[in-house]
């Protein structure tokens, strides 16, 4: 079967003439780019009000994934390592998922990849990096347990004017069925206020992601990943910067198989120096064939970054810091607001009964009931 490969996307800035002819989205919001992708297009917009830069994601193909990763991806709510998600709104009859923008002021975006090519600490970004991807999938799992982003690579990450990361794009995150189907599960209304089904966009058997920086098992079935799926695309990550290159070019391994990714590696005779040696051999443990000798949790990859932040980032650079995550009351408001576009009246009323738990005496419950009675013609 032919990969599904989300690798190759093509930009688009548009021009003068395009900006000023373009219809405003929402009646505010002036289209000033956008990026085209496999299966969707982000649309830079500008606020005509406030003249802020946000992003809006909205599907050419396959809106019924489309919908399940916007579910995903709102119930991550507010991380400090995750690009946040706001809301889904429907113009035209297209979906559109309103997120941050991580770019500058002229609606140019930043991904690792563009700044690893002309950052002068290529080892004290990296070394960040990798720390914010291990948060933030600790975040998703803790969220969604046993959840796997499945397309970790330098494009889906972030990296803002103050070069903090953000990971982003969870169109192809999967989480195991058994959480959202087992039957008197205690925690059940936990995920299902967001998610109505698994995110998995293949069937058994398939391969989901980027050739190059997937792991050996997602070549298998894509379906049997693990959290360690994404700790060897992250290790790809780090033997990218360290090197230059992928270990393993698509191209290699369609020659050669999968037997190729079993080899040892040689450490090149460039990779010199304490942090460098010690990177590379994290990167091996990161990169093991079997998913069962690689790193068991993230907290293990985590300490051993933070020991060598600690040891080996100047004290002029500004540390990592651990951020509490909190779903506040606005969250809440967003997740039902996009519950009703998504046209999932039973998930909205679930979560709108989860902000009358959380936040007895919020003013937007008498707004939403309303809201969700009128769709149901009540």
Request: proline share 5%.
């Amino acid at each position: 079967m032919k990969p599904v490969s989300t690798h190759n996307r093509n930009q688009k800035m548009l021009s003068k003439q395009q900006k000023e002819s373009s219809e405003l989205i929402g009646g505010r919001f002036n289209v000033i780019g956008s990026y085209i992708g496999g299966m969707a297009e982000v649309l830079i917009l500008q606020d005509i009000i406030n003249r802020r830069i946000v992003a809006a994601k909205t599907p050419h193909i396959a809106e019924d994934h489309f919908s399940r990763e916007s579910r995903l991806w709102l119930g991550l709510g507010r991380h400090p390592n995750i690009v946040r998600a706001h809301t889904v709104y429907n113009f035209k009859n297209r979906p559109f998922l309103f997120m941050d923008f991580i770019g500058d002021q002229n609606g140019s975006s930043r991904n690792l990849r563009t700044v690893l090519d002309v950052s002068a600490n290529k080892l004290v970004l990296i070394v960040k990096t990798a720390i914010a991807v291990i948060r933030a999938l600790r975040h998703a799992d803790s969220v969604f347990p046993g959840f796997v982003h499945r397309d970790l690579k330098p494009e889906n990450i972030l990296i803002d004017a103050n070069e903090k990361p953000y990971v982003s794009d969870f169109g192809i995150g999967h989480i195991q069925k058994p959480i959202l189907n087992v039957q008197g599960n205690k925690n059940i209304f936990k995920y299902s206020n967001i998610i109505s089904g698994s995110t998995i966009l293949t069937k058994e058997g398939s391969f989901v992601g980027t050739p190059g920086y997937a792991a050996p098992e997602q070549y298998f079935d894509s379906s049997t990943v693990t959290f360690q799926t994404d700790l060897y695309a992250l290790g790809i990550i780090v033997f990218e910067a360290l090197t230059g290159r992928l270990p393993y070019p698509p191209e290699i391994l369609e020659r050669d198989g999968l037997n190729l990714m079993k080899l040892p590696f040689k450490k090149p005779s460039y990779i010199q120096g304490e942090l460098q040696t010690l990177l590379w051999n994290m990167t091996k443990s990161l990169l093991a064939f079997n998913p069962a000798d690689r790193p068991k949790s993230f907290d293990i990859v985590e300490s051993a970054l933070l020991k060598l932040e600690d040891k080996h980032i100047s004290l002029g650079e500004e540390k990592s810091e651990q951020a509490e995550y909190k779903l506040d009351e606005q969250t809440f408001v967003n997740r039902v607001n996009s519950l009703i576009e998504l046209n999932d009246y039973r998930l909205a009323t679930l979560t709108l009964f989860q902000l009358l738990k959380k936040y007895p005496f919020s003013l937007s419950y008498s707004a939403l009931i309303k809201k969700i009675r009128a769709y149901l013609h009540f």
